[in-house]
């Protein structure tokens, strides 16, 4: 391998930080250089939101690797630093201290940012927070010693109600906003939205659905939160979790395809040849659900970093893996098998009111597998789903059957 | 504290010694090849797979039910398998020597 060539990474978080040690794995000589202008030694990001808010202290902040890994690897980082500017033209990268790095081989894993929606008067929003990095939680936690006592969170996804669960055990009066008339509004099964709504009313979060904020109001030192539907609520700071997008700025200096998010092929390679993309910035082909999707997953992130690092090495394999995620919520865990986007028909399965699962179908063939507090789903539907298996549902809500592969395959189908 | 022996794929063995945390995160910390930690230590991927040496089997606790379930994720798991992001280091682990599977 040519030890001359440097290969550089711009965003260190999973996707970014996977491929500088895919590639020394897969036997990479030359420089690998890590930009990220987030000054912190990169973190496991999903606790974000579920256990670092309840955590004072930096110790409880999970590295995605030990900082003397990265010198062993004779991996570069640069923290704190950001890439402003790529030029194609000379293969090259500059940073806002005016550093400019060349490249070889270019990969971007600059991930995605939280939308803040134009609504009126958010500009002089009080203790106004997004969800995404250790400073929002840094600053959301030092609003709340300064004595913020009521939240609205705004959005019923993954992440409000995950930060709803945190600030509830921390004591906070919380509210989330959703603008449908479900939590969890891109889930296909409203008996999760139902649970999960149950859930948190009983944990003392108020939940108004079908409520867009369409104001924020400051006034007299009391800020307010109003409606659409003209329904007003008091608030002293408001977190907002509607969803992400794809920062553009550096995907166009490079002139690279763009659709949702930068076009990758199968192997996480940009239009241009020598550019790849992982993580929540790609939007790649997904051959077990035949169509394209972008996907906001650490299993994506670190599954595709391998598949870049094998390119970039010289032994390409295609990106065709499962995508698996999972939710922690109070004494709640969710994980979640595929995805449910070709899915027409789904049937619950319910070993009691804590521990059930939601299996989704296309026909007869599984797709994708909702666990509650039920990780046995979870492995079982995995291995289905990636067998492209037909399940036979009468025993698969028969209780008195196993929950195992071969008890749940129509049996003309085994060995076939 | 406890000393902990990592025994990775390419038989290189790794001695570390904690105080707190889960015994994923101190492999992580040093750098531990095979333990990936991809969910954080929520017991959601199974990227921390490692197979406890028998002789030093008896320090550990049994494995809770989801645990059990998850590791059968991975068709390399045996008796001795255990997800590290659910064993805490405490003195009762001193000494034990894991295998790193991956
Ligand atoms: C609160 C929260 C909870 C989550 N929970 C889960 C979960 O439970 N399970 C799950 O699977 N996934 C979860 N996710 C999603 C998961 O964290 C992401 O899918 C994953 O982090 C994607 O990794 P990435 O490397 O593609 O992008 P990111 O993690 O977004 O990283 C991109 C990095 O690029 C840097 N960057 C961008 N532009 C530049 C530039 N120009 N110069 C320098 N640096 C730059 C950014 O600072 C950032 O560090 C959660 C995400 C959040 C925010
Ligand atoms: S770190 Fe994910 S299961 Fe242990």
Redesign the pocket.
Known sequence: MDNNKCCVI????????NVAFSLRKEGWEGKIVV????PNL?YQ??????TYLTVKDESGYIPLKGEQAYTNEGIELLLG????KVDKSTQSVELNDGTVISYDFLVL??????IIPPIKGIDKAKHLFV???IQDVKGIQAALESGVQKVAIVGGG??GL??AASLRKLGLEVIVFEREQQLLPKVKANVLSEFLLELHQNNGVQIELQSSVSEIKNECQIQTIITSEGKAFECDMIIMGVG?YV?Q??SNQLELDYNNGITVNAYCQTSAENIYA????NTHYNAIYDQSIR???????VDQAKIVAKSITGTSEEYNSLP?????QYDVKLQIAGLTIDADNHIIRKEDEKKWSIWFFKGDQIRSVYAINNAKAYVVGMKLIQQNAKLDKEKLVDLNEKLSPKTLLIQNEINV | MAKITFITKDQESIVVEGTAGSVMELAVQNNVKGIDGD?GGVC?CATCHVQVDPASADKLGEASEIEQDMLELDDDANEYSRLCCQLQVTEALDGVVLNVVK
Request: with cysteine.
């Open positions: 711009i965003g260190g978080s999973h996707g970014g930080v930009v990220d202008k987030d990169p990001r999903p606790p974000l939101s579920k630093q950001e890439v402003t894993a600059t991930g995605a940012s939280p969800m995404r990095n993954y992440i995950e930060t992400v920062n700025t550096i992982v993580g929540d910035c996907l906001e997953s650490v299993q994506n992130a698996w995620f999972w939710s922690d | 969910c959601s």
